[in-house]
C-alpha cells in the first residue's frame, strides 16, 4: 500500500472530520494509515489543538505506533504530542481519577479516596492472590452466607463474575446498585421468552419435536435437584413441545438472596481494594465513569470535540458509555470489524458495532435520563466502509468468508444467507494469484505437521513475497503454526526442539505446569515442611529408583550435595533470592524461568502471603492452568507457534491452521462457574446448598439453571469469528492439519482433507542451506520404557464378539474427562450417566488424565512403564485411582489388573500419607471392582514374564 495514495475508501474516511461516523475497517484494510491521516488532518485545522481530540485504542504499544504516525504526519513533533490524548482506556480512567477524581469513591458512598500512590493492579496472579485474601475474610466475617459459600466449587471464581458486572456497567454503592444496574441482575424475560418460543417449535413441519424438548431429555442427569423439583416429565410435558408455563416458571426465581450476596461481595472487595490503595481494570473504568456521570462541571470542562475510538469491536458497554460521556459534539467515529470480535471471554460486546446505531441511541438517551449528559441522542450516523485488503489474495478471502459460515457441529443449523448478508467483501490488492489452500489429517499430526513444515522449506510451489519485492521460496521464518488451544502449541514446540526444527512459542504459557516452577515447588516444600512431596521429585530427578527413594524418605537421610544446597537456600532471605538461586543452580535461565521469577516475586512483594501461603499459591497456579505471555524463541528463521488469540493484528507468508480436531476447534464444553451472569437470565447460582434435604447436608443442582442453561443455544458466533481471523492473518498460503477426528469446521470449508501417513525415512535433508531434519515425536528421554498394555495379554480379547469398539470407548474416556472437568457435558448414553453419577459422589479433587512413570529393575536394566490414568480422586485420608472400562463383560479383568498395579505403586509413591486404592468402573452397569495391589517385587515378575513372550 502506497503511504502516499490513499484508496478511495481511505480518503473518504480521512476527509470526513464532521458528524458520527461508523467506520467498516476490514482485516488488512490500512485503518492505522487512515486514522493517523484523519487525526494530522483534524488537529492541522485552524482552531483545534491535540487535546481537542481523543484518540483511544486497546493497547499502549499501538498508542504509541499511532502517535509516532502522526508526528510524521502533523505540523506536530514528539514533544508537543507527548502529552496528547492518544492512550487507552485504562490510561485515560486513570488520568481522569488521578487529576480530578480523588474522591469520586465517595459517589458511591465509600468513605475512602484515590490518592497519587494508589497503584494500578495489571497483575493477574497478582490480584487473584489479594481476592483470595478478601473473601477468606469475608466468609468469616458473614457467616449468613456460609450456605452460599458452601455451594461454590471455587469461592475465588467470585472475582471473574465481578470483573464481569464492572465491564456491563453494573456497580454497586452502600444501599444498592448504581442508577439502573439492577435491571441487569434481573434479566429480560421478554427477550428470553422469544429465544424459548423459537426453540421450542416443532420442527419438521411440526412432524419432530422441538429442539428444547429434545435437549431437555437429558434434564436431571448431570445432578441432584431439591425435592421440589419439577420431574423429567413435568418438565419436558407431552406431545412436540415443552409446556409454555416452563418459561414463566424457570425464568422467575427469587433471587433477592443471591443479589444481595453478590452485592456485599462486590462492595466489599472495592472497599477492600482502595484501603489497601490499588485498583483494578474494571474498578479504574467504573470509579471514572460515575465521576464523569455525576460530576457535570467536571464532564463539561473536559469534553473533547473530537472522539475517535479504534478497534470497536473489542470494547465493552462500559466503554462505549465512557466514550460518550468524553464526547462534546457530534463528531463520534468508530473503526473496527465486527468479523474479528474475539474477546468476549473478556468481556468485548460484538454488540456494540453490529447494532451501534441502536446502542447510540439508547445508552445516550439512558444517560441523559435525569440530566443532559450527551450532547446528541439521536445523530445521522454515516458508514465508511474499507474494503481494499492489502495483505492477502482473493482467494484466501474467500476461504475466510467460508469460514464465517461453518456449522461448529454435525447438527448446527446456520443461517448463512443472514450473516453473509452484513459482510463487506474485501477486495485484495495484491499483484499475485498463487495461494495453496490445502489441508491434511494424520493419526500422528505433530509428526506430519513437522514433516510438512520441513517439506515447504525451499519449496518453490509455496511461493513468498521477499523484501525486493520478487517471490522467493519459503523459509522457516516465514511459516506460522496457529491453535485455538495453547497446550498444542506447547507440545508442538517440544517435538520441534527434540528434533532440531527452529521454532518459536509466543502466547500464554501454564508457567507453573513448566518443570522449572515444579522445581521450585519441590524446594520450597522442601524448605517449608522438610516434606517427602519436596524430596521425592528432588531424588528423583537426579536418577535414584523408587526403592531408593522410598528407603531415604523412610530414613529421613538425603545425599549430602541436596542438604547442603537446601542450606544455602535458607540463607537467601526472600523467595526471589531462593528462585535465582534454584534457577541458576539447575541452569533454567530462558523467558519461562524469568516469568516464574517476576510473577513469584510480584506476589510475595504485593501481598502479605508467607512463604507458605505462597507454596500453595503454586500449587493452585498448577491445579488451575495459571498462565502468562512469553516468547520463547529459536532464532531469526524460525517458526512461530501462536494461538490465534494471540495472532490478532499480525500477519504471516504461510499460515498453519494446527489441531483443528473435535472438541479443539471449536473447543467442547463451557463456563462452570456456579454464580453466573449473562443476557438476558441475569444473576444465576448453579448450585445450591441444603443441610436438611434427604436427611443430610448436600450441595444440590439449581433446576432452573440447567433448564435456563439448555434453553439458551450455544453461540458458536465468536468461535467462527475466530476462524475468520486466522485465514486472514495468511499473505500467500493457508494450510490445515488435524489428527484422526477433523472438526466440522475444517469438514465444511472447500478444501479436500488428504490423508497421509508420514513416512520417517522419506524425510531428508533439502539442498542449499535447509537443515536436516527427521522427526521423530517421542515421550521423554529416559531407559527403556514399557506402557501397561504392553505387559498385557492379547489374546483375552480374542474372540469377543459384543465389543463396542476403540470408537465408543474413546467417547465415553472424553465425556468422562470433560465432565470432571466440570465442562458443561451432557451424557449422551447410558454409560456417560452412569460415569456422570459415580463422579457426582465423589467429594474430593479429581485430577484427569495423570502421566505416571514407573521405573522396575528387570533382569538388571531399569525398565520404566509409562502410561496415563484415567482418574486420580485425592481426599483428605485416601487416594483413589480409577480406570474406566466399556467392556460388556469381564473376560480382560485379570490382564487389566496389571495395568491398574502400576498406577497403584506411582501413587503410591506420591502420597505416602494416604492410603490409595485402586479400582476398575466398568461404565456398562456402573460397577467398581476393587483391585488387589502386587508388590512391586511380583510386579517385576510380570513385567519380565511378558517381555520374554
Known sequence: ?????????????????????????????????????????????????????????????????????????????????????????????????????????????????????????????????????????????????????????????????????????????????????????????????????????????????????????????????????????????????????????????????????????????????????????????????????????????????????????????????????????????????????????????????????????????????????????????????????YRSTDVILDLAEDGLVAPATSTEDVDAESILEDVTSLDAVSDYDHSRIEAFQSEDEQEALLSRIHDIVGDERFPVEGEDGELRAPEYGDMAVLTRRREFGRELLAAATENGLPMAYEGGVEIYRTDPAKLLLAWLRVLEYDADRGWAPLLERVGYSLPEIDAMLSSGTYPQNLVGFADELRDRETVGAIARHVFERYGYDGPVADAILHAVQSVHDATTMSRGDLLRYIERGIETGTTREVHVGAGTDAVTVQTIHATKGLEHPIVILADMNQHSFPPSGGGTSDITFGDPVGLRQRTVFDAEAYDRPHVFRNWRSDVLNRTLPRDYDEERRLLYVAITRAEHHVLFSAGETPSSFLESLPVEVEEIDPELSDVSAASGEKPGFTPDVRGRDGPAAETPHTIMRDDVFEGVDDGRGVEFGSRVHEFAEAYALGESVTPRNDDERAVAAFLDDLDGTLVVEEDVHLPLRIDGETITITGVVDLVHVADDRVDVIDYKTDRGRHAEDEYRKQLNVYHHVLEASYPDREVTTSIFYTDGGERVPVEPLSETELEGVVSAARER
Open 1 to 389: 500500500m502506497s503511504e502516499f495514495a490513499p484508496n478511495p475508501g481511505q480518503r473518504e474516511l480521512i476527509d470526513s472530520t464532521e458528524g458520527t461516523y461508523l467506520v467498516d475497517a476490514g482485516a488488512g484494510t490500512g485503518k492505522t494509515f487512515s486514522i493517523t491521516r484523519r487525526y494530522a488532518g483534524i488537529v492541522d485545522g485552524e482552531g483545534v489543538e491535540p487535546d481537542d481530540v481523543l484518540l483511544v485504542t486497546f493497547t499502549n504499544n499501538a498508542a504509541a505506533e499511532m502517535r509516532e504516525r502522526i508526528v510524521d504526519r502533523s505540523a506536530y513533533g514528539t514533544r508537543e504530542l507527548k502529552d496528547a490524548p492518544i492512550q487507552t482506556f485504562h490510561s485515560l480512567c486513570h488520568d481522569l481519577l488521578l487529576e480530578h477524581g480523588h474522591d469520586a469513591p465517595e459517589l458511591l458512598g465509600i468513605d475512602d479516596h484515590i490518592t497519587d500512590s494508589t497503584r494500578l493492579l495489571d497483575d493477574e496472579f497478582v490480584e487473584r492472590s489479594r481476592f483470595g485474601e478478601f473473601v477468606d475474610c469475608f466468609s468469616d466475617d458473614r457467616p449468613e452466607y456460609d450456605d452460599v459459600f458452601a455451594a461454590l466449587s471455587e469461592p475465588r471464581d467470585l472475582l471473574d463474575l465481578l470483573h464481569e458486572l464492572a465491564a456491563k456497567g453494573v456497580f454497586p454503592t452502600a444501599t444498592g446498585w448504581y442508577r439502573d444496574g439492577e435491571r441487569h441482575l434481573d434479566g429480560d424475560f421478554a427477550a428470553f421468552k422469544d429465544i424459548f418460543d423459537e426453540r421450542n417449535e416443532p420442527r419438521n413441519g411440526g412432524n419432530k419435536q422441538s429442539a428444547l424438548r429434545s435437549v431437555l431429555y437429558s434434564y436431571g442427569d448431570s445432578g441432584t435437584y431439591l425435592p421440589d423439583a419439577p420431574s423429567k416429565s413435568e418438565i419436558r410435558g407431552e406431545g412436540k413441545q415443552v409446556p409454555d408455563v416452563l418459561a414463566n416458571h424457570a425464568f422467575h426465581e427469587d433471587r433477592e438472596r443471591l443479589k444481595s450476596f453478590v452485592h456485599d461481595v462486590y462492595w466489599g472487595y472495592l472497599r477492600f481494594s482502595l484501603r489497601r490503595n490499588y485498583l483494578n481494570f474494571g474498578f479504574l473504568q467504573l470509579l471514572a465513569y460515575v465521576l464523569l456521570c455525576e460530576n457535570h462541571a467536571l464532564r463539561e470542562r473536559i469534553a473533547f470535540e473530537y472522539v475517535m475510538i479504534d478497534e470497536f469491536q473489542d470494547t465493552s458497554e462500559i466503554q462505549f458509555k465512557l466514550g460518550l460521556l468524553c464526547a462534546g459534539t457530534e463528531n463520534f467515529c468508530v473503526v473496527g470489524d465486527w468479523k474479528q470480535s474475539i474477546y468476549g471471554f473478556q468481556y468485548a460486546d460484538v454488540e456494540n458495532i453490529v447494532a451501534f446505531e441502536d446502542r447510540l441511541e439508547r445508552f445516550a438517551a439512558e444517560l441523559n435520563r435525569d440530566h443532559d449528559r450527551v450532547g446528541f441522542e439521536q445523530p445521522d450516523v454515516e458508514t465508511i466502509s474499507l474494503v481494499e485488503n
